[in-house]
T-cell receptor, first 114, second 108 residues
Framework: DVKVTQSSRYLVKRTGEKVFLECVQD?????MFWYRQDPGLGLRLIYF???????EKGDIPEGYSVSREKKERFSLILESASTNQTSMYLC?????????????FGNGTRLTVT | AQRVTQPEKLLSVFKGAPVELKCNYS??????LFWYVQYSRQRLQLLLR??SRESIKGFTADLNKGETSFHLKKPFAQEEDSAMYYC??????????FGEGTQLTVNP
């Protein structure tokens, strides 16, 4: 069974801090994704990666960056956290073609920016 | 651009009643459609995909290209079906786009 692990379940950070959200998958998946989940807005794609050192912007990349130095790890970085980035962040991975391969999600990181 | 719309944010039914969660999409090409589900305190997981044409936990969904819909149906809802449901669209050369989600509550 695919395991996608997000390092923190809850995080509280101050405005202006640099924040790192870490995600690791153990099934050698090529594709990894970061979404944010907000009530009434669903899941919105922030960034995704289809290979090591490759990254693509999603629908809402502003204020975020990512890093994929190893195949199993995909990090989301908030360069300067703001209160409007308070949200649930979900990491996911998949193999094969991005458009038709099931996503395997982590448990999520609930980030609060004060 | 691709888009997924789930018109009902909240849906409440009684146990044993039929349930239908609506999903409409906008995409001019050949779509791949999925339903994902998140039960309380669990991670988001795949429920079913249109290409499989299978029934999972009693749920089915038919892709209607003419109406650009992919509604999720179950003839007799159970309390354990209470969850958040997301419809998702995969398009050629792109990634999955999710709808806003529908919170289903099945009352005893």
């Amino acid at each position: 069974d695919v395991k996608v692990t997000q390092s923190s379940r809850y995080l509280v950070k101050r405005t202006g801090e640099k924040v790192f959200l870490e995600c690791v998958q153990d099934m050698d998946h090529e594709n990894m994704f970061w979404y944010r989940q907000d009530p009434g807005l669903g899941l919105r794609l922030i960034y995704f990666s289809y290979d090591v050192k490759m990254k693509e912007k999603g629908d809402i990349p502003e204020g975020y960056s990512v890093s994929r130095e190893k195949k199993e790890r995909f990090s989301l970085i908030l360069e300067s956290a703001s209160t409007n980035q308070t949200s649930m962040y979900l990491c996911a991975s998949s193999s094969g073609q991005i458009n038709n391969s099931p996503l395997h999600f982590g448990n999520g990181t609930r980030l609060t920016v004060t | 651009a691709q888009r997924v719309t789930q018109p009902e944010k909240l849906l409440s039914v009684f146990k044993g009643a039929p349930v239908e969660l609506k999903c409409n999409y906008s995409y001019s090409g050949s779509p791949e459609l999925f339903w994902y589900v998140q039960y309380s305190r669990q991670r988001l997981q795949l429920l079913l995909r249109h290409i499989s044409r299978e029934s999972i936990k009693g749920f089915t969904a038919d892709l209607n290209k003419g109406e650009t819909s992919f509604h999720l149906k179950k003839p007799f809802a159970q309390e354990e079906d209470s969850a958040m449901y997301y419809c998702a669209l995969g398009t050629s050369g792109s990634r999955l786009t999710f709808g806003e989600g529908t919170q289903l509550t099945v009352n005893p």
